[in-house]
């Protein structure tokens, strides 16, 4: 009975796990040229998208684009700056989290 139980609790474990990956950084999400700005502060948004036994979606998306929009949203901004991207998946038993994550400072051109 206990062998059955740690066989069990083993294979609980091997069919769950994380994997984090850095993404990119980036000095702006769109051309500054020149033009001032003010700093509205830092910022941060995800987008996600979870799928059964990781192949059949169940939800939309897993968008840099999406994650950036939230992120500038979130305060008013018209840009971000300082902007650093990750991604991260996250297996379970039946399902699988994959996710997109956008860090940066919001800015507002004058």
Known sequence: MLLKLF??????????SCAHVPG???E???PLNNRTY???G?????DSRVSLFGIIP?????????AVDLAKEKIGAD??????????????LLFTNDAIVVR???IKFK
């Open 38 to 40: 003010e700093e509205l």
């Open 42 to 46: 830092k910022t941060e948004a995800s």
């Open 104 to 106: 940066g400072v919001g």
């Open 28 to 30: 702006s999400t769109e």
């Open 58 to 66: 169940i939800s939309n998306s897993n968008s840099i684009q999406k």
């Open 79 to 92: 840009a971000l700056i300082k902007v650093t991207v990750e991604s991260y998946s996250q297996w379970w």
């Open 24 to 26: 990119g950084i980036a």
């Open 7 to 16: 066989a069990l609790i083993f294979m609980i474990i091997a069919l769950t």
